[in-house]
């Protein structure tokens, strides 16, 4: 996928660059993310574990098939980790917003993972590449977006470039960060209503960082058994074959 500059007319650039402004705004590199850190890897373990549940669930033995498009694709860590779990480097297709991000996942993935510069809540609602994926995957990009509007583009352009019979994969905080103005949560309800049409697969994920960071191995596993200390919901929002298109 090439660098993409086409876009919506009349789409307001001032929630992309705010989310540009936030990020600047975090420390590069916080040692508290970094799988060497003990809790981090937990953390990254759990998830993984939950996200091959969650294909498994709903059919997806053999990734070796599906295509999936990541929005917000960052450095290029879930496609890696995409690659990982046995899809083709072919069948990947990411979107940043990011230029130096999108660099560096442009560094270390294979050419034949397609990437584009853009902002995605910008672009056409007819799927990148003319394409439409059987996975569209966010991670953690609701949450950045402050803006309701954007976020309702952003939602109807994801669902427009999923195929029928595929799914968007979410993954992202529940709950607000008191400590972080800079990100919100995204409640299961809001989920919905920004995919009305979805058929939602949910369960809450990932142990509250501030308490996983301060407890052993042991005490983590049995208190990410408790439902309300888990801060991120993983949900499959599933499209069902006779969908229509709203890009035709």
């Not at 993972?113 to 590449?129: G, K, S």
């Not at 800079?182 to 299961?188: E, K, S």
């Not at 809450?204 to 983590?220: D, M, Q």
Request: aromatic share 6%; proline share 6%; with cysteine.
């Amino acid at each position: 996928m090439s660098r993409d500059t086409s876009r919506v007319e009349g789409v307001d650039d001032t929630e992309a660059d705010s989310v540009r402004a936030r990020y600047a705004r975090r420390a590069a590199g916080d040692p508290r993310y970094r799988l060497t850190n003990p809790a981090a890897l937990l953390a990254w373990q759990e998830r993984q574990r939950a996200i091959v549940a969650m294909l498994r669930a709903h059919g997806h033995d053999d990734l070796s098939r599906p295509t999936l498009l990541e929005v917000g694709s960052g450095g290029g860590g879930n496609l890696v980790e995409a690659l990982m779990l046995g899809f083709a480097p072919q069948h990947l297709r990411g979107i940043e917003l990011l230029a130096d991000r999108h660099a560096a996942a442009r560094e270390r993935l294979p050419d034949a993972v397609r990437l584009a510069c853009a902002d995605a809540a910008a672009l056409p609602l007819a799927p990148p590449d003319g394409e439409p994926a059987d996975i569209v995957l966010q991670s953690t990009v609701f949450s950045s977006i402050l803006d309701d509007a954007t976020q309702q583009r952003l939602a109807e352009r994801m669902w427009a470039w999923t195929k029928p019979g595929g799914a968007v994969l979410w993954y992202d905080f529940e709950v607000d960060n008191p400590r972080n103005r800079d990100v919100r949560g995204v409640p299961l309800g809001r989920v919905r209503a920004l995919f009305p049409e979805g058929e939602v697969d949910s369960r809450r994920v990932t142990l509250a960082p501030p308490i996983a960071r301060r407890v052993n191995s042991w005490a983590r596993h049995a208190l990410g058994a408790i439902a309300f200390l888990r801060t991120h919901r993983l949900c499959w929002i599933g499209k069902g074959h006779g969908h229509r298109d709203p890009s035709r």
